[in-house]
Antibody, heavy 119, light 108 residues
Framework: QVQLVQSGAEVKKPGASVQISCKAS????????IHWVRQAPGQGLEWMGV????????TYSQNFHGRVTLTTDTSTSTAYMELSSLKSDDTALYFC????????????WGQGTFVTVSS | EIVLTQSPGTLSLSPGEGATLSCRAS???????LAWFQQRPGQAPRLLIY???SRAIGIPHRYSGSGSGTDFTLTVNRVEPEDFAVFYC?????????FGPGTRVEMK
């Protein structure tokens, strides 16, 4: 079946970086863009950025001030999100989701990866 | 960016009652690219409606979306126990894509 499977929970210290993977299966990876969305505990959804499946075009939320880097590996149908210079308020659940631009928004989501930032 | 406002913040209902959720955009949503998601505790969001009124695959017919421009509505006809959750509207017509703050539908 169509699914996005994310890597496991992470615990990081302030100032460190974290990389989360999102492996796609059950569909043609190159058909859909991959977005990243995060959710702080008890809060709403915050869009972080999007990357085309070939990894050539990416757009980021200005809210992260250049701290987000998105990449893909088409050989393994996997997308990656790296967040650098971590702060305590980056503690959140991070989701990947697939979409077709201007057509199908976020119809399949990963299960989420919880990142804890604590000294 | 387009700011989305949802109302009410919380909706208390009994099973079998109808639910009407509102989403207002700070400016016109291009091509009515407005979606609704349901999020149950501990789960990822689930796409319910896209293009303002198209039901996603597998979504029950009791869910319907309407509206255009800046005002959109999600209607749930006869709420069932599994419908109690948080609902988010989302616009994807203009970059950056944005989400509303959510409406919590709770059991009365």
């Amino acid at each position: 079946q169509v699914q996005l499977v994310q890597s496991g929970a992470e615990v990081k210290k302030p100032g460190a970086s974290v990389q989360i993977s999102c492996k796609a299966s059950g569909y043609t990876f190159t058909t859909y863009y991959i977005h990243w969305v995060r959710q702080a505990p008890g809060q709403g959804l915050e869009w972080m950025g999007v990357i085309d499946p070939d990894g050539t075009v990416s757009t980021y939320s200005q809210n992260f001030h250049g701290r987000v880097t998105l990449t893909t590996d088409t050989s393994t149908s996997t997308a990656y999100m790296e967040l650098s210079s971590l702060k305590s308020d980056d503690t959140a659940l991070y989701f990947c989701a697939r979409a077709i631009p201007a057509a199908v928004p976020f119809d399949v989501w990963g299960q989420g990866t919880f990142v804890t930032v604590s000294s | 960016e387009i700011v989305l406002t949802q109302s009410p913040g919380t909706l208390s209902l009994s099973p079998g009652e109808g639910a009407t959720l509102s989403c207002r955009a700070s400016q016109n949503v291009p091509n009515n690219h407005l979606a609704w998601f349901q999020q149950r505790p501990g789960q990822a969001p689930r796409l319910l409606i896209y293009g303002a009124s198209s039901r996603a695959i597998g979504i029950p017919h009791r869910y319907s979306g309407s509206g255009s421009g800046t005002d959109f509505t999600l209607t749930v006809n006869r709420v069932e126990p599994e419908d109690f959750a948080v609902f988010y509207c989302h616009q994807y017509g203009y970059s950056p894509p944005t989400f509303g703050p959510g409406t919590r539908v709770e059991m009365k």
